[in-house]
């Protein structure tokens, strides 16, 4: 039917923010067909769909229902709230339903968005696929607008917990956070299109993963399906999921979980939280018993880290090649193709891909350094001040000849530091990284878990770089080789890959790996 109020509802417009991915249409109504959402839509279901973008899942429910015969009326059409901050996607989302012969009403589309304009309305069910990014990834402006959101939603605890792991919540899981809290009525139910790191990834997400609220309001999540095996949603750079969840209702468990093949069909099993509550979710086979993550010792202390990160300078750190130039010091040329004279004892072996290659021959053993770094630290772990550097004449030059960029460089912590005038300072180095034995492993990409067991004996502590690599530190022969024998068992591995990492940026990431370690 037409209406003849077919003008947008007045708002400002933006652009769509960072991580948007669309929804194929073939997905779109295989959610509606699966779950019923038309049917409920045309026997008086109220629906909501937030970050609507062009149409995608409101035009499937409306496509299925025509389909069937329904003819909607203006009221009908008003009990499908549509909202979309980008304008453009909304003109687009207006073309498509006019082409069904439909012209929804004023009020059923709200430019604006979605997290900051209360739509005054509760759906009986929740409908959408919101942007697919962290809030570190936010174009500044969306950081300044969504902070207080991610606090008072209980998702980040504190303004410190958004510099730090916090950073790395997604803006769908405030999305799911404030449909459930805000936008549905009593008992309502939400089907959401989502990264899969809101339920499988570890750290970030444990405040969403409580499913409550700080009203006390809580919600359960029903059923959860993995996509990737369908291939959906082409060019997202996430693993992708679909989500059930019902409001005013107690979490129980096990959840049916599925996992989508590549001829269509789906692979059932039941998925509960890996550990406590707020822990990510491990699928199982129905009925089987549960494996639950080995319990490795470690000395206190001893956290699985990061390696070093330069915080975009790494051509100014990382040396490609070093011969001896004196008794103290070598000649170095650096990643970016400075040439200089450093001491020997700032210059450390790098972890480079070809050492873990080399431990499939030799078990354990890294082999030699291919890449060194430039370290300006004392062995406590902090960045020696200028005044020291002034009795080491070679790493002043080689920092000043570096300075402009190191002070350009982006980022709050870094920032902070170079602010207190130590411009030439690093992430992720402390007494840890000089510690004689460390374990490392490849942390990012990969399917296979290989440790290496690292001395500094012949070249000095190894390091590792940035997020590739990770590293458990030792200060005994004995409890690093000890440590090494348990984390090379098969149940490790077997762990990782249960939590569905495997190929992806956090496949052993320190966060994942903390929980394996009982620190006494």
Request: charge should be positive.
């Amino acid at each position: 039917m037409k209406d003849s109020s077919n003008n947008l509802a007045e708002s400002s417009s933006q652009a769509p923010p960072k991580g948007t991915v669309y929804t194929p249409a073939e997905w779109a109504e295989w959610a509606v067909e699966t779950y019923g959402i038309a049917d409920s839509w045309k026997n008086g279901a109220r629906i909501l769909d937030p970050g609507c973008g062009d149409g995608a899942l409101s035009l499937a429910v409306m496509r299925k229902a025509l389909h069937s015969g329904f003819v909607p009326n203006t009221a009908d059409l008003r009990r499908l709230k549509c909202i979309e901050r980008d304008k453009k996607a909304v003109k687009r989302f207006k073309q498509k339903a006019d082409k069904l012969g439909i012209s929804l009403p004023k009020d059923s589309i709200l430019i604006a968005d979605y997290l900051l304009a209360d739509p005054r309305f509760k759906a009986d069910i929740v409908f959408s696929n919101p942007p697919w990014t962290t809030f570190a990834d936010l174009d500044d402006s969306d950081k300044d607008a969504y902070r207080d959101l991610f606090r008072s939603s209980g998702l980040a605890p504190n303004a410190k917990s958004l510099l730090l792991g916090g950073s790395r919540i997604d803006i769908a899981a405030l999305f799911v956070s404030t449909a459930l809290r805000r936008d549905t009525a009593p008992k309502a139910v939400c089907y959401f299109f989502l990264p899969a790191s809101l339920h499988r990834g570890e750290g970030a997400h444990e405040a969403f993963r409580r499913f409550d609220s700080p009203e006390g309001r809580r919600f359960a999540l029903s059923e959860y399906r993995e996509l990737d095996g369908g291939a959906p949603f082409p060019g997202a750079g996430t693993r992708r999921s679909f989500a059930v969840y019902h409001a005013d209702t107690e979490q129980k468990w096990p959840i049916p979980w599925f996992s989508a093949k590549d001829n269509g069909t789906w692979t059932q099993m039941e998925a509960r939280p890996v550990d406590r509550i707020g822990s990510p979710l491990m699928p199982s086979p129905i009925g089987a018993k549960i494996s639950v993550p080995p319990r490795i010792p470690v000395p206190g202390g001893t956290l699985p880290r990061q390696g070093v990160n330069a915080c975009g300078a790494s051509g100014s750190f990382i040396i490609e090649h070093i011969v001896d130039a004196g008794p103290e010091t070598v000649e170095a040329r650096a990643k970016n193709g400075f040439v200089g004279i450093l001491p020997r004892r700032f210059v450390y072996p790098l972890l480079t891909g070809e050492n873990f290659k080399h431990t499939r021959t030799h078990e354990g053993d890294p082999g030699k350094p291919r890449r060194w770094i430039f370290l300006p630290y004392s062995e406590s772990g902090t960045a020696l001040k200028e005044e020291e550097l002034k009795d080491y004449p070679g790493a002043l030059e080689w920092l000043n000849r570096h300075k402009q960029s190191l002070l350009l460089r982006k980022g709050t912590l870094i920032n902070r530091r170079i602010s207190k005038g130590l411009w030439w300072a690093l992430m992720g180095v402390g007494a840890y990284n000089f510690a004689p034995w460390k374990i490392a492993w490849e942390a990012y990409g990969c399917r296979r878990f290989r440790p290496l067991l690292l001395s500094s004996m012949e070249f000095g502590p190894w390091q590792g770089n940035q997020a590739m690599h990770a590293l458990l530190s030792f200060w005994d022969e004995q409890t690093a080789k000890k440590t090494f024998e348990r984390i090379t068992s098969q149940e490790v591995e077997e762990y990782l890959i249960a939590m569905g990492g495997a190929g992806t940026k956090g496949w052993a990431q320190p966060s994942r790996m903390k929980r394996l370690f009982a620190i006494g």
